[in-house]
């Protein structure tokens, strides 16, 4: 069963401390995401990984990085997390190139930073 | 103004009656993906369109990339389909996908 999988799915965590979240897929896609869901502004990019070490910006990649070392796994960090990264968290990978493939999403990790 | 822009935000419909959903894109997009977010947050694939239409039991897509629009029909509605529905446009050029802010479906006995 192909899939994309989050861990952990739920998250505490006070201001200031460092999360991480990852994420693993078994479909040996190139490409992966990191996204970020709030209410009322749908799904934002904030990064993608078009493969190992080769990781570029979303749409609002500021307060995060990423790493990408094995082609299934992509982490995303939150260096001293802000109570405005409250959020739900997606994964999602593709074929990526110019494959006509469609995305894979995870179930998401619910992040509350207090 | 935004890249994906879906309408309507809400809708509410009986079951049994049908609806259609509407994504317009503001710029040349490869292709779209539909989705569904259930109440526990899943986002569930519905179709993936590079063009043309497909369909999917009650449920049929369609994307027009040179008019820069795609459709989600759901015909005889029931519970089970009240969710989120978000469309979602690839990019040309960096398999970047970009969200719609999503349509609130309830669907009512």
């Known amino acids: 069963d192909m899939k994309v999988t989050q861990m952990p799915r739920y998250l505490i965590k006070r201001m200031g401390e460092n999360v991480l979240l990852e994420c693993g897929q078994d479909?040996?896609?190139?490409?992966m995401y990191w996204y970020r869901q709030d209410p009322g502004l749908g799904l934002q990019l904030i990064y993608i990984?078009?493969?190992?070490?080769?990781?570029s910006e979303g749409d609002i990649p500021k307060g995060y990085r990423v790493s990408r070392k094995k082609r299934e796994h992509f982490s995303l960090i939150l260096d001293s997390a802000k109570t405005n990264q409250t959020s739900v968290y997606f994964c999602a990978s593709s074929l990526g190139g110019f494959a006509n493939s469609d995305y894979t999403f995870g179930s998401g990790t619910r992040l509350l930073v207090i | 103004g935004d890249q994906v822009e879906q309408s309507p935000s809400a809708l509410s419909l009986h079951e049994g009656t049908s609806s259609a959903l509407r994504c317009n894109f503001t710029t040349t997009t490869r292709s779209v993906q539909w989705f569904r977010q259930n109440s526990r947050g899943s986002l569930i694939n519905l179709f993936y369109l590079a063009s043309g239409t497909k369909e999917n039991g009650r449920l049929k897509s369609a994307f027009d990339s040179k008019e820069l629009y795609s459709t989600l029909h759901i015909r005889d509605a029931q519970l089970e389909d009240s969710g989120t529905y978000f469309c979602?446009?690839?990019?040309?050029?960096?398999?970047?996908?970009?969200f719609g802010k999503g349509t609130v479906l309830l669907v009512s006995p």
């Open positions: 990984s078009y493969d190992v070490d080769s990781n």
């Open positions: 979602a446009a690839e990019d040309s050029g960096y398999n970047k996908l970009t």
């Open positions: 479909m040996s896609h190139e490409t």
